[in-house]
């Protein structure tokens, strides 16, 4: 499959590879209804071998995520310049926090930001992330919140966000949408998962009536137990990759 897209020549092996992977992400968000329109981002640091240099590649703006392809992704720096001759703009919003949090967190590899009917719903919650259900109990005591402050095209909100965010994975920006920061694109995206899911089950339960509690001590052994955020069994590749092999069947034209 792959060998029938050529890599650029203005690319390296390991930039190629990492828009490849950003791209096939970007298909899976439209195939599982997590697009909006021709916005929200999902970054993605660019390998690179020069100290002290922070790269990141984001969606073309103006594009829908099914048009995403691995030669269009923008590479731009932590302020949002563009890095090359890119033939597409960058939405403004991107890159506040974007940029910022590539910038001040070494290990934050993948920044994923959405706008799903759960998610915004839980967002604009009094209450928040309620750690009722399987999926919630996975994200005990790793979810921050950030309060609303407008469309995120401010610059001087980023250190504000960067604080609320703290040593959190999951940022739930309030009456806004989820951010979520991972070692790698597979780990961001099984969070990403989680708090969806999560999300979802809250809603659906929230309609039943009062929501069953679980304790502290059985939370604790949630967020243990959760084995697919676990280095030593691929902190999530697996079903990352299994989805991108879905996308492969479905239309491979991301690669190009």
């Given at each position: 499959m792959a060998d029938a897209f050529l890599k650029p020549a203005r690319f390296s092996d390991e930039e190629w590879q990492a828009r490849v992977q950003l791209a096939a992400c970007y298909r899976i968000f439209a195939h599982l209804g997590w697009e909006e329109l021709i916005y929200n981002h999902i970054s993605l640091r660019v390998p690179t071998e020069k100290p002290g240099e922070c790269h990141f590649l984001i969606n073309p703006f103006g594009l829908h995520y099914t048009e995403v392809t691995a030669s269009n992704l923008v590479k731009v720096d932590a302020d949002g310049n563009i890095i090359g001759n890119d033939d597409w703009p960058i939405n403004p919003a991107g890159i506040t926090f974007h940029g910022g949090i590539h910038a001040a967190l070494p290990d934050a590899h993948c920044v994923m930001h959405v706008h799903t009917t759960p998610t915004m719903a839980v967002c604009c919650s009094e209450e928040g992330l309620s750690y009722t259900n399987f999926y919630a109990a996975q994200l005990w005591n790793q979810v921050a919140y950030h309060d609303f402050e407008g469309?995120?095209?401010?610059?001087?909100?980023?250190?504000?966000?960067?604080?609320?965010?703290?040593?959190?994975?999951?940022?739930?920006?309030?009456?806004?949408?989820?951010?979520?920061?991972?070692?790698?694109?597979?780990?961001?995206?099984?969070?990403?998962?989680?708090?969806?899911?999560?999300?979802?089950?809250?809603?659906?339960?929230?309609?039943?009536?009062?929501?069953?509690?679980?304790?502290?001590?059985?939370?604790?052994?949630?967020?243990?137990?959760?084995?697919?955020?676990?280095?030593?069994?691929?902190?999530?590749?697996?079903?990352?990759?299994?989805?991108?092999?879905?996308?492969?069947?479905?239309?491979?034209?991301?690669?190009?």
């Open positions: 469309i995120t095209v401010h610059p001087e909100e980023r250190d504000r966000i960067l604080a609320s965010a703290g040593d959190k994975r999951v940022l739930l920006l309030r009456n806004h949408g989820p951010v979520v920061i991972g070692q790698s694109l597979a780990h961001a995206f099984n969070l990403m998962w989680l708090v969806q899911r999560a999300c979802e089950i809250q809603l659906a339960s929230s309609a039943l009536g009062a929501l069953r509690q679980i304790s502290v001590p059985v939370l604790e052994s949630c967020v243990r137990d959760s084995l697919n955020f676990n280095p030593k069994f691929g902190a999530g590749e697996d079903s990352f990759a299994a989805l991108q092999r879905l996308i492969d069947r479905i239309d491979p034209g991301y690669r190009a």
